[in-house]
């Protein structure tokens, strides 16, 4: 069935450095790409997104890419910050006309190491 | 955030009982999510409703019964409730017109007994 796969399951930095979380989804007809920040005990919150059209979009330390022909998007994290540290859950959506669907990956979880 | 919540935050019944999780919107987002969130799985939808009185399934919809009576109400109801649906569950909303955006509540902790 239809799935995106998220690596890593875990990733550690240091405080200044980047992070870089990868996820690859298999139903092509995907066409809008979130990314949300979860914090311990809270829900989850949209950081970044992007739609099929477009290839790369950043919004200040953040950034996602997207290469549809791989069927693979990324996350960039500049510069993290100790408040970075959370779990982060992509997600690849398809919708209109005759149904919607939005997987979800099994989520990252970022330590950013003061 | 506060546009959506959730009733009970936490729940602890014991198998077989029914249980009802509420979910209410001050936005009048057409559509409505019910998830579950479990180590290692991520988030997984129960049911999805794209307006009042239209409920359809998701990836995992198998002992929960969903309705929307109103648009600004989701419950979804556990008719009797196994040990595998402990979890935290996730309602969210969007609007039609916006991009596809799902604004989550603030969550539901279920503990099955």
């Known amino acids: 069935g239809e799935n995106v796969e998220q690596h890593p399951s875990t990733l550690s930095v240091q405080e200044g450095d980047s992070a870089v979380i990868k996820c690859t989804y298999s139903?092509?007809?995907?066409?809008?790409f979130p990314w949300y920040k979860q914090e311990l005990g809270k829900r989850p919150q949209l950081i970044i997104d992007?739609?099929?059209?477009?290839g790369e979009k950043k919004d200040q330390r953040i950034a996602v890419t997207l290469n549809k022909t791989a069927k693979h998007f990324s996350l960039h994290i500049t510069e993290t910050q100790p408040e970075d540290s959370a779990v982060y859950f992509c997600a690849a959506h398809k919708g209109g006309t005759g149904g919607f669907k939005t997987i979800f990956g099994a989520g990252t979880r970022l330590f950013v190491k003061a | 955030d506060a546009g959506i919540t959730q009733s009970p935050r936490y729940k602890i019944t014991e198998t077989g009982r029914q249980v009802t999780l509420m979910c209410h919107q001050t936005?009048?987002?057409?559509?409505m999510f019910w998830y579950r969130q479990d180590l290692g799985h991520g988030l997984r939808l129960i049911y999805y409703?794209?307006?009042?009185?239209?409920?359809d399934k998701g990836e995992v919809p198998d002992g929960y019964v969903v309705s929307r009576s109103k648009t600004e109400n989701f419950p979804l109801t556990l008719e009797s409730a196994t040990r595998s649906q402990t979890s935290v569950y996730f309602c969210?909303?969007?609007?039609?017109?916006?991009?596809?955006?799902?604004?989550f509540g603030p969550g539901t902790r279920l503990l099955v007994l």
């Open positions: 139903d092509s007809a995907s066409n809008y």
């Open positions: 936005w009048s987002h057409s559509y």
């Open positions: 409703s794209a307006a009042a009185d239209i409920t």
């Open positions: 992007i739609r099929s059209n477009v």
């Open positions: 969210a909303s969007r609007d039609l017109r916006a991009q596809e955006t799902q604004y």
